[in-house]
């Protein structure tokens, strides 16, 4: 089968915004105790990060890290994690049923982070809490000092300010089972009045309010046009969330449920605008998807877990054993956030490490790349630039989630520094090689820097700490260029990354 393209330079969508690859990290399982930090591992530095850990992310070059919640986050005292570590009460997390010790707070997670070569994107708790908590919070990690709360911080051995610049007002407030839980008009009203207290700190931050958790919420899109409706003038982004699943194992069903993605995308966008001209606005609110992976392999362990009662410390939950087949779920999540950059500014993978995450560790042990960990990679490292208009002919399939679906799903990103030019590629054909053939317009002397791919005979193949190299990229030869054109065959259910010079 035969997929055309045309790629011309000035066919541009927007330039994206590097936030797009960001992560987050919740008080929740072993994302943070025996993820990111392990005092007493082998690897464990002077403040009891893993060294290990730390590497993968470096690599990933991810932006920014949401933190701490998430679900966590609605019923958190951020002052429960500062202060002497010996003094830190032990509380009762309401979201996941366990134990939280606060050895870890904000102080050490923005430490973290300065390690990882990332940037916090912090929330404040308006589920539980409200304004007064979120201001107060604000100015200990911003202000330099002289007032109480900033001369907190210093006392605490943080003598210079955070400079937190990212800010989510809660978290997924339109759901039932959120601790706070609201409606759309109480959310609204708390956020916008949330947001001009912060602002009068600091007219420079960027707030991100509540949108819907999933698009099957009975509340969407109505949700986002009424909470707008009370923020508009006080927010920058609206958060979106959505998580991924093949429980009835069809794997071309699965693969197109990135098409649902763009539908929630391109909904939210239309609200915005309505609501844009109902203000008179001349500003456009961004869209921050600050949760989105694959979720569902550990469910049944959740659930037996959580049925305990037992409030245990640091769980195994939502540790997703991410399979090949994830790899071109992902790959294509991606390539939409991609073609959606002129509305998504910031994205943030779920999570980074341990919970339903591209980074896996053992207590005590190994730390091991997920397979979905390359895909990510990719787009990351070479998916930061101008977004292309590609025009795409080629066959397609009906599924439960959309007819007319293409089995090629791919985007092209030409490089900040104009140099180069990517394609990312995922065959979604169960059995058949797609001959892609890609016009180049305005690329005179492009030649093939690499072409990366990934495929398996096995889709549940995994990757472990005993096996970590199951499923990894490989280069390979297929692509040539010639007289204006890439040609290239991609494998049966490949993910597929195409680099130029140009």
């Not at 690897?43 to 060294?51: I, L, Q, S, V």
């Not at 605008?273 to 949760?291: L, M, Q």
């Not at 994830?326 to 998504?344: E, H, K």
Request: glycine share 8%; charged share 25%; hydrophobic share 35%.
């Amino acid at each position: 089968m035969k997929t055309n393209v045309v790629a011309h330079r000035d066919f541009r969508i927007a330039t994206i915004d590097a936030r797009l690859y960001s992560s987050f990290l919740e008080h929740l399982g072993r994302a943070i105790y025996g993820g990111i930090y392990e005092p007493g591992h082998p690897t464990a530095d002077e403040d009891g990060f893993r060294r290990d850990v730390l590497d993968l992310v470096r690599e990933l070059d991810t932006p920014y890290c949401r933190y701490p919640g998430g679900n966590f986050v609605s019923a958190y005292n951020w002052e429960d994690g500062v202060g002497p570590r010996s003094e830190r009460p032990v509380r009762l997390d309401l979201a996941w049923r366990t134990r939280e010790a606060n050895q870890i707070g904000v102080n050490e997670f923005v430490d973290w982070c300065k390690k990882a070569n990332t940037k916090p994107m912090l929330a404040v708790n308006l589920g539980s809490r409200g304004l007064d908590a979120a201001r107060n919070f604000l100015e200990y990690c911003n202000h330099p000092g002289g007032t109480y709360w900033s001369d907190l911080r210093r006392k605490h051995g943080w003598s210079n300010p955070h400079d937190v610049k990212l800010w989510c007002l809660g978290n997924e407030m339109d759901g039932p089972w959120q601790v706070g839980h609201k409606s759309a008009y109480e959310y609204g009203r708390l956020a916008d009045e949330t947001a001009k207290a912060m602002r009068g700190f600091d007219k420079s931050l960027e707030l991100v309010v509540c949108g819907s958790s999933n698009s099957d919420m009975k509340t969407y899109p109505q949700w986002e046009a009424e909470v707008l409706d009370q923020c508009y003038d006080s927010a920058d982004y609206i958060s979106l969330h959505m998580y991924f699943a093949n429980r009835e194992k069809n794997t071309l069903n699965y693969l197109a449920r990135a098409t649902k993605l763009d539908r929630y995308i391109t909904t939210i966008g239309g609200v915005i605008d309505y609501i844009k001209a109902k203000k008179r606005s001349k500003k456009t609110i961004g869209i921050s998807f600050d949760e989105w992976n694959v979720w569902y392999h550990s469910n049944q362990q959740d659930k037996e877990i959580l049925a305990r009662d037992e409030w245990p410390d640091a769980p195994h939950l939502l540790e997703d054993i991410y399979n090949f087949e994830d790899v071109l779920q992902v790959g294509g999540i991606l390539n939409t956030f991609i073609r959606r950059s002129d509305r998504v500014r910031i994205a943030c993978i779920a999570q980074l490490v341990n919970v339903i995450a591209p980074i896996m560790t053992e207590d005590g042990g190994a730390a091991w790349r997920q397979t979905i960990y390359y895909p990510f990679y990719y787009a990351s490292r070479y998916g930061r630039g101008t977004a292309l208009q590609l025009v795409v002919d080629g066959p397609t399939y009906d599924s439960d989630e959309e007819n007319e679906v293409p089995y090629l799903d791919v985007s092209a990103v030409h490089s900040e520094d104009g140099r180069s030019l990517t394609f990312f590629a995922v065959n979604r054909h169960p059995d058949t090689a797609l001959d892609l053939d890609v016009r180049l317009e305005g690329f005179g002397g492009a030649r093939l820097i690499e072409q990366v791919e990934m495929s398996h005979g096995d889709l549940e193949a995994v990757n472990t700490a005993r096996r970590p190299e199951t499923v990894v990229p490989a280069k390979v030869e297929s692509a040539r260029v010639e007289d204006g054109r890439v040609r290239a065959a991609l494998k049966p259910l490949s993910y597929n990354v195409i680099r130029l010079s140009v």
